[in-house]
């Protein structure tokens, strides 16, 4: 029997406005469920320039944005459109979503933001959000102090990026105990490599993947960022991994780490893949307290400042939860969701 809810999207036409490579599922998933999906990229292109100057909010790179974005969506004017969703927003500038208004009077305008509100790129987002038909957060605390202005949604794993025959996290035979695979920015290199450290005292068997956009942004760090200390460039790496040898890494270690950015309480995708995934994590987000999946018997969670690692945690097997929890965080149950 067909799912009643997946019917609203089959012959629906999404413009969807994000970043790439993480857009790659999202589009997958719409056209499973039936819909039409363009797409076009947040910004001109992935050049660090381009990221900077975006970020950062040069009046100048407003309108080089705007102009971009103008000529991008003039190329579907004549196209129904049934949704426009702008997945982070920091680059999409207020007069493009007016534009986009403009343009498709009768269409739902979405923004779900995935970075929180204390971030600097997300500095005076708050200031769009009522050009939108609908805002979604994935941080629950900014979504408590706007409850009246937003809604709570967190991020997904990709299911379709989840490797075939994946073993049991209790399984002897992983390749890793734990590891790690993120961008490294802040403290998090320092906290995540003193954790392999106790990791190898205890035996156990330990793999980190560091990745950074530019040498000049390992540079910038390394001379004014004291938690780079002992950061060596042999560290880290200039290339992303692709989702489905991240994903391979993730399925063959009984346990990951994570490290949200530093006043970031929303929990990233890194957390919610190791869910899909059912391996155990360790994490210095307090606030994975307050979420349904949380199990001390999968979850340990350490001190950002002096994170020690329970050698008793990794002994303990993982604890299966229920297929409705699995569902819930899902790519095709948040395209459902943020849509509907």
């Not at 498709?104 to 939108?132: A, C, Q, S, V």
């Not at 020690?308 to 899902?330: R, V």
Request: aromatic share 16%.
């Amino acid at each position: 029997m067909k799912n009643v809810k997946h019917e609203y999207l089959e012959g629906k036409t999404i413009l969807l406005i994000s970043l790439p490579n993480y857009s790659n599922g999202i589009i997958k998933e719409m056209k499973k469920l039936g819909a039409e999906v363009i797409y076009i990229h947040d910004k001109p292109n992935e050049k660090f320039l381009c990221k900077t100057f975006g970020r950062m909010q040069f009046e100048f790179y407003q309108r080089v944005l705007e102009r971009y974005y103008k000529k991008r969506i003039q190329e579907y004017c004549d196209k129904k459109i049934d949704y426009v969703l702008v997945i982070r927003g920091e680059y999409t500038p207020k007069k493009t979503v007016q534009y986009l208004r403009k343009m498709f009077p009768e269409t739902k305008l979405i923004l779900y933001m995935w970075d929180g509100l204390n971030k600097r790129n997300t500095f005076g987002i708050e200031k769009k959000w009522n050009l939108y038909d609908k805002v979604y957060t994935f941080d629950r605390i900014d979504y408590e102090a706007n409850k009246d202005k937003i809604n709570f949604l967190p991020l997904y794993y990709y299911d379709e990026y989840l490797p075939q025959n994946i073993k049991s996290a209790n399984d002897e035979n992983l390749k890793y105990d734990i590891s790690f695979i993120g961008t490294g920015h802040d403290d998090r290199i320092k906290i995540v490599k003193n954790i392999m450290n106790q990791g190898k005292q205890l035996g156990l068997k330990c793999f980190y993947y560091f990745y950074i956009p530019h040498k000049f942004v390992y540079l910038i760090n390394k001379f004014f960022n004291n938690n780079f200390k002992g950061v060596k460039e042999s560290d880290i790496n200039y290339n992303t991994l692709p989702f489905e040898n991240l994903y391979e890494v993730y399925a063959n270690s009984k346990c990951v780490v994570d490290v949200e950015n530093k006043g970031q309480h929303g929990l990233t995708m890194r957390t919610i893949e190791i869910l899909g995934l059912h391996r155990k994590l360790i994490t210095t987000n307090q606030d994975i307290v307050n979420y349904d999946f949380y199990d001390t018997n999968n979850i340990l969670i350490v001190d950002r400042k002096n994170p020690i690692i329970d050698g008793e945690f990794l002994k303990i097997p993982y604890k299966e939860l229920s297929d409705e929890i699995y569902i819930k965080y899902s790519i095709k149950n948040w395209i459902l969701e943020v849509l509907s």
